[in-house]
């Protein structure tokens, strides 16, 4: 996610802000620009902007606190492109799933503003036969255990993934090194653009010589990997033990990290960061490395070459701070051939 800043004073304001803290503007995200603008009030919740005469109102979740961003009024959309994904919501009249339900919408704006960025085909699910992509945030209730994941377009997320106790403990009983809703989303839309973008398209075989055939069971493959764990050496092949249990979850995994990888790069980028270890002078080190947008950089090798030594001054100012680390992961050749695959698809996709 880039750096923002309001288009009234120029100061820097976070992607979810709906005020400017330096000059007080009202701010609201133009889905069509991806930028943040600074509004001037109208009539009738309406609101207009200095150097244009377009007209704009906000989504109507922004009243319930859960999103900023701004449709036009020549649109007759009542909730924005982020919003509009949107199935199934939690039942507001309980008062911890309001909170809950702004994480999960965090986190999934961050996720569409990745989307657009790269132009990935994406439009709302209207019924379970159609295409599209649909989200619904259940709460377990009585005997119904909600299971996060995805089928036919629909990622279905327990919303107490959006809880931080609830959600330690699901990752220290899954014994699993990094467990965030962004993450989970970043995770399943890889099943959706496995169907998108690879299923009975050139990039097919590519994909099976890679990752595996597809065509494995998958109910056994997964019930076989809970019972018996992954296979020995599995960091060779795979950015995580999840991902070795069939290829379709390598496939979501890969996915996942390479926008981990991408987003990343594109913030470090926008704050300006360039990388110079001080080690000893007796060790040779690289000259500094001045960091790419990961979302305009066309060589995966050279983000590569930035995010290993990206990540490990994330992790090493994560243990200062007593932090566990940002990345607990190891890119290995195999998996990094993979995450290219991931690169050249999406790639393709953001220039045809």
Not at 149 to 158: D, E, K, L, R, V
Not at 189 to 217: C, I, M, N, Q, S
Not at 317 to 328: A, F, I, Q, V
Request: contains cysteine; proline residues 4%; aromatic residues 12%.
């Amino acid at each position: 996610m880039k750096l923002f800043q309001c288009s009234n004073c120029r100061q820097p304001v976070y992607f979810e802000n709906t005020h400017c803290t330096h000059c007080q503007s009202l701010l609201g995200f133009d889905a069509g620009r991806l930028e943040l603008l600074a509004l001037q009030a109208g009539t009738e919740g309406l609101f207009s902007i200095d150097e244009a005469e377009v007209v704009y109102r906000y989504c109507e979740n922004e009243r319930m606190g859960v999103c900023n961003w701004l449709i036009p009024l020549a649109s007759s959309a009542r909730f924005c492109r982020a919003c509009s994904l949107n199935r199934v919501i939690p039942d507001l009249s309980v008062p911890a799933y309001k909170q809950r339900w702004k994480t999960i919408e965090q986190a999934k704006h961050r996720l569409v503003y990745a989307l657009l960025r790269w132009n990935l085909p994406f439009f709302p699910k209207a019924g379970l036969s159609d295409g599209g992509l649909g989200f619904d945030f259940k709460a377990s209730q009585n005997q119904e255990n909600v299971l996060t994941g995805h089928a036919s377009g629909i990622i279905t997320m327990n919303i107490a993934e959006a809880d931080d106790v609830e959600r330690a403990m699901a990752k220290k009983q899954m014994d699993e090194v990094y467990r965030t809703v962004l993450g989970h989303f970043r995770h399943e839309t890889g099943h959706y653009f496995w169907d998108v973008l690879v299923a009975g398209a050139h990039w097919h075989e590519g994909f099976r010589e890679l990752f595996g055939d597809e065509r494995e069971p998958y109910t056994q493959a997964l019930e076989a990997h809970y019972q018996i764990g992954p296979p020995v050496g599995w960091q060779e092949n795979f950015i995580s033990a999840y991902a070795s249990a069939h290829p379709w979850e390598d496939w979501a995994e890969t996915w996942a990290h390479y926008l981990h990888l991408v987003d990343t790069l594109e913030t470090a980028y926008s704050f300006g960061l360039t990388l110079s270890p001080r080690l000893n002078e007796a060790i040779e080190t690289n000259a500094s490395l001045q960091l790419e947008d990961g979302y305009t950089c066309s060589d995966f090798s050279r983000l590569l070459r930035q995010w290993v030594p990206l990540s490990l001054a994330l992790n090493s100012l994560n243990r200062s701070m007593g932090l566990p680390d940002s990345y607990p992961f190891v890119i290995s050749k195999t998996v990094a051939r993979k995450m290219e695959f991931v690169h050249e698809i999406i790639r393709y996709r953001a220039e045809a």
